[in-house]
């Protein structure tokens, strides 16, 4: 059984940074794609970004691209997301999710954490 545990959410002001942790176990995770998503109140999740297993290949979200960045440490079973330059309209519960086959299904989740941005 394959545990996400994320990390990191918290309330900060327009401008500022964050850093999300999403910690992974019970599965060999190097091999998985590795991918964050969020979910605002009253809408449905999206995507955020993706990274590759061995993190050789990221994409993101249009309305993110430029401003954070994913990566993996596999040594860790962790995968991160660097937030800069933070807008209200980021203001959302975060989701790691974990795709076995890497086909942009994702098989398992964590529990999310809050990012709140103030303006």
């Known amino acids: 059984q394959v545990q996400l545990v994320e990390s990191g959410g918290g309330l900060v002001e327009a401008g500022g940074s964050l850093r999300l942790s999403c910690a992974a176990s019970g599965r060999t995770f190097s091999r998985h794609v590795m991918g964050w998503f969020r979910q605002a109140s009253g809408k449905e999740r999206e995507f955020v970004a993706v990274?590759?297993?061995?993190?050789?290949?990221?994409s993101y979200a249009d309305s993110v691209k430029g401003r954070f960045t994913i990566s993996r440490d596999d040594s860790t079973n962790t995968v991160y997301l660097q937030m800069n330059s933070l807008r209200p309209e980021d203001t959302a519960v975060y989701y790691c999710?974990?795709?076995?086959?890497?086909?942009?299904?994702?098989?398992?989740w964590g529990q999310g954490t809050q990012v709140t941005v103030s303006s």
């Open positions: 990274i590759s297993w061995r993190g050789g290949i990221t």
């Open positions: 999710g974990l795709s076995v086959a890497g086909t942009g299904k994702y098989d398992y």
